[in-house]
């Protein structure tokens, strides 16, 4: 039987990273009963060793909870800005959200763009001023900021401490008297929104829906209207957070079904099920298809490894849609894949995985955006996704490239050195404003300018304190050029990459020299060149080794000289041969780490 309307409440949880979700969602689940006090020693809603270690929820997930006679349904988000569709989808199936702020810490960008989210989505916000255990909380001040910043009022603020159980029961029961219940139609046709989807080895792929209107049965036949497919409901439930299966889920409510379907690329967020045989009129609307913005080859170290590596990637899809890849092929580098993420963090995540858990050595070319160039012959315009495609630039009408708006949210001390950072990646600032000792400052900035390192740079220039949110507005003319690196008069096409001509000379200079150190000399001298076309704008060269090194053997003895080459070979493993030089598997990462000086 479906749950009462008035007896559901749906929320999540809005914070900034580490400022408690995880542990007040556990806390939530076990005040309500949901699991045994030995069950709950592990955090139950962050539940990959990825995301426990860097403590960042990446998919999320939802909880029935029961309380005082109500459902409580919490749907966890994602926390971080390269998953902001799946957040905003999240919201949209709830009525209400808590803000949880850390008492020491206070209101963080990343939170303030949540709340917004929240607030468009006509959120009843409870606030919660979490951690008030710590010695250095302030939760006076941090009231007054979530009235001054966020202006929303702070007044019936709960004061909490996830970790030592405080204000756990008066959580509960401001969702049941705030958050409204939703509203629905049971008699009206299905209609459903497809929240989140994974693959789940036993059950295949599990699709977290809320039912706006109607009821979803076990048993039916549905149609996804976005994907035009039609599937059978073999399985309706809900997480307590164990599986419990249910016959049906009426309006208002939030649980999954299970539909035989095998990819979750079949199963898109943000897209509306309905009863095959009653069908609603029209899909909910906010559908997005979500587009890779970032893109990078992935290659095997050892080539024998591109069978795993083709394995491991289609595996790691089969749980993430969002991520795509095709087969490319590289002078230097042989077969590997051109793949395409969310954003840099996504590309970090799946690069990490494949290495840790299908244990593979990777290379990973420059990362880079897509550029959208228009063709001088017939002005047709083409997307570029890698900087080894650039066509030659006498075709070139114009190169454009895409554009953000960056939020960032700093302390006045490193205000100064912020601002240089956003000025040297060609950032254009729209605004500053001062917020109790912060500083808020709002910036645009070429993707491309972000991709590398920018979110470390800022992280380590404000020692952490800074933080940072940004979303795209769209695509600008630029000063756009190939800068090719060559390593002994030869191409290394996973180097090369698209920069503003401005600041190619600059990027040269610093490759070079970074390659120069990073690179283990030769019996020969190397020379190391950035280069535009075919004019030459940065060298360095690294000096030959004097001896060779089986030049000691002197004298013939076979073994000795064959051990040694063998050693060289063990060393060599993890090198890849440009021509005659080898190039280490950290150089091509560490090469194009921009410097402190960029
Ligand atoms: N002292 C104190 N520490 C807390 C409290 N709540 C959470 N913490 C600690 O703060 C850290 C971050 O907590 P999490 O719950 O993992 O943070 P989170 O907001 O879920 O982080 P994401 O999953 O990345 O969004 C952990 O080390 C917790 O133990 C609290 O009330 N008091």
């Not at 709002?442 to 390192?453: H, K, S």
């Not at 090369?496 to 690179?519: P, Q």
């Amino acid at each position: 039987m479906a749950t009462e309307l008035s007896k559901i409440r749906n929320f999540s949880i809005i914070a900034h990273i580490d400022h408690g979700k995880s542990t007040l969602a556990d806390r939530l689940i076990q005040r309500t009963g949901g699991l045994s006090e030995r069950e709950m020693s592990a955090q139950v809603l962050d539940n990959m060793d990825i995301e426990k270690e860097r403590g960042i929820t990446i998919k999320a997930q939802t909880v029935r909870l029961e309380w005082k006679g109500h459902v409580l349904n919490l749907m966890d988000t994602p926390g971080h800005v390269d998953f902001a569709y799946e957040v905003s989808r999240s919201l949209a199936a709830c009525e209400g959200a808590l803000l949880v702020v850390d008492a020491a810490q206070g209101v963080e960008a990343q939170t303030l763009a949540n709340v917004y989210q929240s607030i468009e989505h006509d959120h009843e916000i409870v606030p919660v001023i979490n951690k008030i255990d710590l010695p250095a909380a302030e939760p006076e001040k941090v009231r007054k900021e979530i009235e001054d910043v966020i202006g929303l009022d702070a007044s019936g603020a709960v004061l909490a401490s996830a970790k030592s159980g405080i204000g756990i029961e008066e959580i509960l029961d401001a969702i049941v008297e705030r958050i409204p219940a939703p509203r629905g139609d049971a008699t009206a046709p299905l209609k459903a929104m497809l929240v989140d989807s994974w693959y789940d080895p036993y059950l295949g792929v599990v699709i977290l829906v809320r039912v706006i209107d109607g009821t979803l049965k076990k048993g039916q036949q549905v149609t996804f209207m976005q994907a035009g497919t039609q599937h059978l409901v073999d399985r309706v439930g809900c997480f307590r957070p164990k599986i419990e299966q249910l016959a049906d889920l009426g309006p208002g409510e939030i649980g999954f079904i299970t539909a035989q379907i095998k990819d979750v690329a079949q199963a898109r967020v943000g897209d509306t099920l309905t009863d095959a045989k009653r069908p609603a009129a029209e899909a909910l609307p906010g559908f997005k298809e979500v587009q890779p913005v970032v893109f990078c080859g992935l290659f095997p170290v050892d080539a024998n490894d591109f069978e795993k590596l083709r394995e491991s990637i289609s595996k790691l899809r089969l749980n993430d849609a969002s991520f795509s890849f095709e087969m490319e092929t590289s002078a230097a580098l042989g077969f590997g894949f051109r793949c395409g993420f969310l954003g840099l963090l996504h590309l970090e995540i799946i690069q990490e995985r494949l290495t840790r858990e299908y244990d593979l050595d990777l290379i990973t070319t420059a990362p880079s955006v897509v550029y959208e160039i228009e063709l001088t012959h017939d002005g047709g315009m083409i997307e570029l996704h890698n900087p080894a495609d650039m066509p030659d630039p006498n075709k070139i009408a114009m190169i454009s490239e895409p554009w953000i708006e960056a939020t960032i949210y700093v302390p006045d001390e490193y205000l100064g050195s912020i601002l240089k950072l956003c000025q040297d990646r060609r950032g254009i600032q729209k605004n500053l404003t001062y917020v109790g000792g912060r500083a808020q400052v709002t910036y645009e900035l070429p993707l491309n300018e972000v991709v590398f390192d920018f979110y470390d740079r800022l992280k380590s220039i404000s020692r952490g304190y800074a933080s940072f949110d940004y979303h795209q507005i769209g695509y600008r003319e630029g000063d756009l050029v190939k800068m090719s690196i060559l390593v002994n008069n030869e191409p290394v096409d996973a180097l090369s990459m698209i920069v503003h001509r401005g600041t190619a000379e600059t990027r040269g200079r610093g490759m070079c020299e970074r390659l120069k150190d990073l690179i283990p000399r030769h019996m020969f001298k190397i020379p190391i060149q950035a280069a535009i076309g075919g004019k030459v704008i940065a060298r360095e060269t690294i000096a030959a080794l004097r001896k060779d090194v089986t030049a000691k053997c002197y004298g013939g003895d076979a073994t000795r000289k064959r051990k040694l080459l063998e050693k060289q070979k063990e060393g060599k493993k993890r090198m890849r041969e440009y021509g005659s030089v080898s190039i280490p598997q950290e150089a091509f990462i560490a090469a194009l780490r921009m410097g402190d000086d960029a």
